[in-house]
């Protein structure tokens, strides 16, 4: 009976300290209290990016951990979704989106509050080398402003104004008068 004891005790130790080294290692590759981003604070982060997945969605490697990182303020036609046909300009704002963050140094800065979305993807502004491809993506009209949910935002009236160039101009998505629409794209290729 004391045998049995004894190694009931020893493994439940045993189990206990799997356990609690388990949480610790776990707990060391958690970047929240890294990305969060209180009141006037800016957070910006170096990546190293692992794909792209269109228009407006890479995956990173962040503090250690793999990421889906979602554009904030920025919408690019849909070439990947299960729920709509392959859009007009998808292929090339994937294009791109792809050329620009493959191009040099990858950061992210976060806006202040909830820095994930619906899907647990991080929300961020996205640079190469200092330069906002954001900006890019709308002036070259591959993207349109979109998803303004907690306004205010650091960058949407730049955005704007980058977005109003390219409508000004009927680059890409704005040369088709009925493509763009406020809900998103109108349009599949053939």
Known sequence: MRKRTGVIVMIAAAASIAYFSESS????????????????QVSVVPVTLVDVIDGDTIKV???GKIETVRYLLIDTPESKSPKTCVQLYAKEALLRNSELVKSGKVTLEFEQGDVRDSYGRLLAYVYVDGESVQGILLKEGYARVAYIMNPPYIYLELYREEENLAKRGKINIWSSRYFVTKWGFHGCIQ
């Open 25 to 40: 290692l776990k707990e060391e590759n958690v970047p929240e209290p890294l990305l969060k981003v209180t009141e006037n």
């Open 61 to 63: 490697v962040v503090h």
